[in-house]
């Protein structure tokens, strides 16, 4: 037993909570999952109670507690330095983590526009030119990345760079944003991993519809 305890907001709609999840769950680190669903015009007060920001995820280790996805997933990498969670290698690491943070600090238009919902059906969403801006980064990371590893996953194994980036890989696919088969190949290798696909089960398993976040 870890003791570590990981709440996060509705699988289908979490986007934040989806990445330390998936890191964790992919490192094969033991940990409760509680969910708290946020269903509230106004935010969950289950959430506020708990979370000094008010947001999931959260994490509690004992008396500690973590917020901020990617804090909570170096706090992680720290505590199982051997569980692969970053790179192993020096310079692929400082990447992987460039690449994460302009993740959790960017991409606002497509996060905006077109909000993580694992359950949408495939339709194309006509988007911007600010949105069609943040893809094409997005689309240029994961090539630079996958061309210096090789792949499957951004760097070789999966890592928490492709845990940051799979709500991405989600948005990519049910609003129809993309056609390069490289892209859609590393969407495929994601999609199949299984800690996606346990994350996934749980989203098409959950009762809550968010109005706001269905597009
Ligand atoms: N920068 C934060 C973002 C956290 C965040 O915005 N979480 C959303 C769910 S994906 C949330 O808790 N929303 C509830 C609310 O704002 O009331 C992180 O990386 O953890």
């Known amino acids: 037993m870890t003791g ?5 907001g509705n699988k289908n709609y979490s986007s934040w909570s989806m990445r330390p999840w998936l890191a964790m ?30 947001k999931v995820p959260l994490l509690r280790h004992g008396d500690l507690l973590v917020w901020e996805s990617l804090a909570i997933i170096e706090y992680v990498a720290e505590l199982f330095p051997d569980a692969g969670l ?3 290698d020096r310079p692929a690491r400082a990447r992987a983590r460039s690449y994460s943070m302009e993740m959790l600090s960017g991409f606002r238009a497509l996060r905006g526009a077109c909000p993580m919902n ?20 997005i689309e240029q ?11 499957p996953f951004l760097f070789g194994p999966f890592t928490a760079a492709d845990a940051m980036y799979a709500p991405v890989v989600n ?15 590393y969407m495929q290798q994601v999609k199949a991993h299984l800690a996606y696909r346990k994350w996934e089960e749980a989203a098409r398993a959950e009762p809550w519809v968010v109005p706001e976040d269905e597009v």
């Not at 094969?28 to 708990?50: E, L």
């Not at 990371?141 to 792949?151: D, F, M, N, V, Y």
Request: avoid cysteine.
């Open 25 to 54: 769950t992919a490192a094969g680190i033991d940990f409760q999952d509680v969910v708290i669903p946020f269903d509230f015009a106004a935010g969950n007060p289950d959430i506020r109670a708990i979370s000094p920001t008010g």
């Open 4 to 8: 570590l305890t990981l709440y996060v």
């Open 118 to 137: 694992i359950r949408r059906p495939k339709q194309a969403l006509s988007v911007g030119a600010d949105v069609r801006a943040d893809v094409a980064r």
């Open 86 to 88: 970053w790179p192993a």
């Open 171 to 185: 948005r990519f696919d049910v609003y129809d944003l993309v056609a390069d088969p490289e892209t859609l190949g």
């Open 141 to 151: 990371i994961w090539k630079e990345a996958l061309g210096r590893s090789g792949g």
